[in-house]
């Protein structure tokens, strides 16, 4: 093998690579979501300590009628549950709105987030 092709080689290696791991995957997303049962049904509107997550990508903020205990920070939130904001919500629920009562410290591997809302968007 010269070493153009070498070369060449790595690079696709390396942008195969990346892609792959960048890639949000929803069944590893099943398992991050473990983390998150004790509290949430996804499979079926009914609440557990949170409010259900059935179709929660594109769903209004503090939204389940049948929920009743949402704190007003969540309340007050107003936006559009997407890929984007779920992210920054999983990554510290706290430090996007002061005084939720989501207690639950964040899932910290950005890949676990992208996972988990993959999951999530299956449902
Ligand atoms: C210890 C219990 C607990 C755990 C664990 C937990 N949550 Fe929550 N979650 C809550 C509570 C309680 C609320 C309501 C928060 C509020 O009203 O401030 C909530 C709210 C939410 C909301 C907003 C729902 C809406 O209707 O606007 C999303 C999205 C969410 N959780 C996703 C997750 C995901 C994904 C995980 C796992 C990574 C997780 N939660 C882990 C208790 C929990």
């Known amino acids: 093998m010269n070493f153009f092709k070498l070369l060449m080689t790595s690079l696709t290696f390396v942008v195969l690579f ?5 890639a949000a995957d929803a069944a590893k997303g099943k398992k991050v979501y ?3 049962k004790a509290c949430h049904n996804a499979e079926e509107p009914k609440n557990k300590i949170g409010p259900h997550l059935v179709g929660i990508v594109g769903r209004k903020s503090a ?8 704190s007003d920070a969540l309340k ?3 936006i559009v549950w997407d ?9 510290n629920p706290k430090g996007m709105y002061k005084g939720t009562k989501m207690l639950y ?19």
């Open 18 to 22: 990346n892609a792959n791991s960048f």
């Open 34 to 36: 473990t983390k998150c």
């Open 63 to 70: 939204s389940v009628d049948s929920y009743t205990k949402y």
């Open 76 to 78: 007050g939130a107003n």
């Open 83 to 91: 890929e984007a904001n779920l992210n920054t919500w999983l990554e």
């Open 105 to 123: 410290p964040g899932l910290k591997k950005e890949q676990d987030r992208l996972d988990v809302i993959e999951y999530l968007k299956t449902k």
